[in-house]
């Protein structure tokens, strides 16, 4: 079973920073993994798949990167808005435990 | 427009079942597997399984693979969860959401608050 561990646990940072946040598997997976935001009390929101492509409206300053079993997600700009969980989805559906971005 | 609209809140005791229902509208039913997703309070995504909705067969995770069946109706476009001797640890909302794999949309959610 693949396992996905994020790090770090919670990023806290400013508005107009840059974030990275990370996910690695616990073995190879190729390019198959997807990051996710949630909000409190909201759905989860697909951002990135197969590692690097943006999902349907995500804006540029969102990018994925990464392959095998270490995986980045960089946001180049902080927005208000992107302060939410970020999860990390590999392959096997199984999900990461979450990286909280909080604002500093 | 894709939506998946799913069932409104339950409470149940100890030990009862409970099913939701996720029904979609904007696509295809049976193009898409669908699968759940669950999420208890202040914990991560959990994934529940997937059904493929053009065949009906199912994929469970080992966690839950004794209390949870998952169904299908094509007619209706709507898939089903039911989760069986539920206990105060399956307290959470649970999520279905269209696998492309990657879940491009998601239900709102049904909260199931397990409470003797």
């Known amino acids: 079973e693949v396992v996905v561990t994020q790090s770090p646990a919670t990023l806290s940072m400013s508005p107009g920073e840059r974030a990275t946040l990370s996910c690695r598997a616990s073995q190879s997976i190729s390019r198959n993994l997807a990051w996710y935001q949630q909000k409190p009390g909201q759905a989860p929101r697909l951002l990135i798949y197969s590692a690097s492509t943006r999902a349907t409206g995500i804006p540029v300053r969102f990018s994925g990167s990464g392959s095998g079993t270490e995986f980045t997600l960089t946001i180049s700009s902080l927005q208000s808005e992107d302060f939410a969980v970020y999860y990390c989805q590999s392959s096997n559906y199984f999900f990461g435990q979450g990286t909280k971005l909080e604002i500093k | 427009q894709v939506q998946l609209v799913q069932s409104g809140a339950e409470v149940k005791r100890p030990g009862a079942a409970v099913k939701v229902s996720c029904k979609t509208s904007?696509?295809?039913?049976?193009?898409?597997?669908m699968h759940w997703v669950r999420q208890a309070p202040g914990q991560r995504l959990e994934w529940m399984g997937l059904i493929n909705t053009a065949t009906g067969n199912t994929k469970y995770s080992q966690k839950f693979q004794d209390r949870v069946t998952f169904t299908s109706d094509t007619s209706a476009s709507t898939a089903y969860m039911e989760l069986s001797s539920l206990r105060s640890e399956d307290t959470a909302v649970y999520y279905c959401a269209r696998g492309k794999p990657e879940y491009d949309y998601w239900g709102q959610g049904t909260l199931v608050t397990v409470s003797s």
């Open positions: 904007g696509y295809t039913f049976t193009t898409y597997a």
